[in-house]
Every structure is written in structure tokens, then in C-alpha cells.
């Protein structure tokens, strides 16, 4: 069952988030500043699925217009104005519920909360060390498109300052596919 998030889910939340991207990934005071960025015209883009009566899967997003582009964003070659693009900041489903389409309704959910806001677009740093590539692989399914890879986007940011990598440890270097996924 896909649900808009709120602050009732954010212990089930940040434990998911830790387990499956690292220690350190989220804690209250980030999940709550990320939250409200999903925020526009009293829409929530930000969205949870429960499964078997648990938390198994989240996906935050931000609207157009609360975010900001940085060093790892391409915006001239999105060819979509900035003020109609959103952030997909993370999609994150338990391991043994992978592979039934949970992602993708997540993704949906926010698609569609996103385009009330009036994104015609969006923008994420997919994470391509994800096991078997999965973070790629499924947006890649959805439509996105690949804009450019960054190699070490997760090392030494002030964003998840400590934040163990599942895969390198205190000092990450994966790499981000800059994707764009244009809503139809």
C-alpha cells in the first residue's frame, strides 16, 4: 500500500534508509529538512509502502522550485527549465521486497504528485553501485535518461556528513548517474 509520508513514519523511515545505504544516511533533523522540501501548494511529493503491515519502501522528493542545482547538476543539458524540474532525492525498497514493483509505484506516486506542483520533469543522482545496478536499471525502465556520471558524489559532503557507505566505508567512491526522466 503506497501512502503520503508524514512525521509518523520517520523512525521506520531512517531505519530503512541506514540499513540499506548506510549508517549515518538520515537521522531526524535531515529527514524532517527533506521532507518539507516535497512540499508545494499543500501537495506532499514524499511517499512510503507498507507490506505485511510494515514500512518496506520510501521515496522523498523534492517539488520544483525547493531545490537548488550544485556542482553535481547539469541543468543546460536537461533542456527543461529548472523551475518545472524536481528532485528525486531517494527511492529505497527493503531487500526482500525488491523486484515486485514497489520502486516503481513510489516512483509513480511521486510523478504524479510532482506534476500538480508543475514539474514536467525530474532529476536525480542514482546510485550505480546499488546491488546488480538496480537504481539505474529501474529508472533507465521509467524512461530516464542518463545526463552524466560522478564519480565519489556521496564522499566528505556536508549532506550526510556521517555517513558510512555500505559498500566503501567512511570514504565512498561511487558513482552518481545524473538521470532526467521527462514526465509524459
Same mark, same amino acid.
Given at each position: 500500500?503506497?501512502?503520503?509520508?508524514?512525521?509518523?513514519?520517520?523512525?521506520?523511515?531512517?531505519?530503512?534508509?541506514?540499513?540499506?545505504?548506510?549508517?549515518?544516511?538520515?537521522?531526524?533533523?535531515?529527514?524532517?529538512?527533506?521532507?518539507?522540501?516535497g512540499f508545494k501548494d499543500d501537495?506532499?511529493?514524499?511517499?512510503?509502502? /507498507? !507490506?505485511?503491515? &510494515?514500512?518496506?519502501?520510501?521515496? #522523498?522528493?523534492?517539488?520544483?522550485? %525547493?531545490?537548488?542545482?550544485? @556542482?553535481?547538476?547539469?541543468?543546460?543539458?536537461?533542456?527543461?527549465?529548472?523551475?518545472?524540474?524536481?528532485?528525486?532525492?531517494?527511492?529505497?525498497?527493503?531487500?526482500?521486497?525488491?523486484?515486485?514493483?514497489?520502486?516503481?509505484?513510489?516512483?509513480?506516486?511521486?510523478?504524479?504528485?510532482?506534476? /500538480? !506542483?508543475?514539474? &514536467?520533469?525530474?532529476?536525480?543522482? #542514482?546510485?550505480?553501485?546499488?546491488? %546488480?545496478?538496480?537504481?539505474? @536499471?529501474?529508472?533507465?525502465?521509467?524512461?530516464?535518461?542518463?545526463?552524466?556520471?560522478?564519480?565519489?558524489?556521496?564522499?566528505?559532503?556536508?549532506?550526510?556528513?556521517?555517513?558510512?557507505?555500505?559498500?566503501?566505508?567512511?570514504?565512498?567512491?561511487?558513482?552518481?548517474?545524473?538521470?532526467?526522466?521527462?514526465?509524459?
Amino acid at each position: 500500500m503506497i501512502q503520503t509520508l508524514s512525521p509518523e513514519h520517520f523512525d521506520d523511515v531512517i531505519r530503512l534508509g541506514n540499513h540499506v545505504h548506510g549508517a549515518g544516511y538520515l537521522d531526524h533533523s535531515s529527514l524532517e529538512a527533506l521532507y518539507l522540501k516535497g512540499f508545494k501548494d499543500d501537495i506532499n511529493a514524499n511517499f512510503v509502502a /507498507h !507490506q505485511e503491515g &510494515k514500512l518496506v519502501g520510501f521515496r #522523498l522528493t523534492f517539488a520544483p522550485g %525547493n531545490w537548488q542545482t550544485d @556542482k553535481w547538476c547539469t541543468p543546460d543539458a536537461w533542456g527543461i527549465d529548472l523551475a518545472h524540474v524536481c528532485y528525486f532525492k531517494c527511492n529505497t525498497v527493503e531487500e526482500s521486497f525488491r523486484g515486485m514493483g514497489i520502486g516503481g509505484k513510489l516512483l509513480r506516486a511521486s510523478i504524479a504528485a510532482t506534476k /500538480h !506542483q508543475g514539474a &514536467k520533469a525530474g532529476v536525480s543522482h #542514482l546510485w550505480k553501485q546499488s546491488p %546488480n545496478n538496480s537504481a539505474v @536499471k529501474y529508472f533507465t525502465k521509467a524512461g530516464g535518461m542518463l545526463i552524466k556520471e560522478h564519480a565519489e558524489r556521496w564522499n566528505d559532503t556536508l549532506e550526510h556528513p556521517d555517513y558510512i557507505c555500505v559498500i566503501c566505508g567512511a570514504d565512498c567512491h561511487c558513482t552518481a548517474c545524473e538521470m532526467l526522466l521527462i514526465f509524459k
